[in-house]
């Protein structure tokens, strides 16, 4: 294992040229586990960098059950699935929402992008290659600790790890955290704490997960800051329409908002790419880890 990771390592952090550059920033945005909001969440983080200026491409890649189109009222004829047989493009199954999020429904089909052959592998990093001009690219993963999860979160800019103020939740958090950090400590690592009830519990609950991940494995995790328990996320979930775009003045769309600011403020990555590139390194990653 500790062999693996080291070659892992070195893998994400080797040269490679087609990363140089201006290029797409990549946010996975992942948990511990399910329940906590995170899915939601991405969506309405899409949307709040998107009514920023900022052209969004969001990837649903909790293949296994996909639903991020279900939070947006739409149901797509095709996916990802159809991509990877060669029957529909890339850009013929990206959802355009009027509210300028682009959303790339995940291939139900597969349980993992593992599953793919090499050269259905070959032809989605293809796919990806073809497309370009978004300035961010959020990828919202499945949650726990798989193989599968971990390896959407290495070839990314930054990974953003959901968690609530459930004991349970925070221990889940540092599960996922200490993953990355086996094979890639020097992840940018940021949090955000969802459902809290009062900003100070959101700062507790943050300290906490830091203050372990610190003394624990010795890493620095950077609060994002936190996201007030609404009752206009479940109104906007029944509705199947983004509470940012619904409920813009709640208290909720105000958190996430300052949230997506804060990331897109950022310091940019030393190293920046196409979305092909993230792929190639993707299918690298799962093939070790």
């Given amino acids: 294992m500790v062999d693996q990771a080291a070659g892992l390592r070195q893998m994400m952090h080797g040269s490679d040229s087609s990363l140089s550059g201006v290029g797409t920033r990549v946010i996975t945005i992942t948990s511990g586990k399910g329940g906590v909001g995170k899915t939601s969440l991405s969506v309405n983080l899409g949307m709040a960098m998107a009514k920023m200026g900022k052209k969004v491409l969001l990837f649903d890649a909790d293949l296994g059950l996909a639903n991020i189109n ?4 739409v149901i797509p004829k095709f996916n990802l699935f159809h991509v990877v047989k060669g029957h529909k493009t890339l850009e013929e199954i990206i959802i355009h929402t009027p509210e300028g999020l682009d959303i790339i429904a995940g291939a139900s089909g597969y349980s993992s992008l593992a599953d793919l052959s090499e050269k259905e592998r070959e032809s989605l990093i293809s ?6 001009g978004y300035d961010v690219l959020l990828i919202d993963t499945g949650a726990g600790v798989s193989s599968n999860v971990v390896g959407f979160t290495l070839p990314a800019h930054d990974v953003l790890v959901v968690t609530t103020p459930e004991p349970t939740s925070i221990t889940d958090a540092y599960g996922i955290i200490k993953s990355i950090v086996l094979v890639a400590p020097e992840k940018n690592i940021k949090l955000l ?17 830091m203050n372990i991940s610190n003394q624990f494995l010795n ?7 936190f996201v007030y328990e609404d009752e206009n996320v479940g109104k906007s979930i029944r509705r199947q329409k983004p509470f940012f775009i619904l409920f813009p003045k709640s208290r909720a769309s105000s958190c996430l908002g300052m949230v997506a600011a804060r990331l897109l403020n950022a310091e940019p990555p030393a190293e920046s790419g196409s979305i092909g590139s993230f792929f190639k390194k993707l299918f690298q990653v799962q093939a070790e880890v």
Wanted: proline content about 0%; aromatic content about 2%.
């Fill in 70 to 73: 279900v939070l947006v009222g």
């Fill in 127 to 132: 796919s990806f290659e073809s497309i370009s």
């Fill in 193 to 209: 704490v969802n459902r809290v009830g009062s900003s100070l519990e959101g700062k507790k609950v943050a300290e906490r997960v």
């Fill in 219 to 225: 890493v620095r995790i950077e609060n994002t800051g």
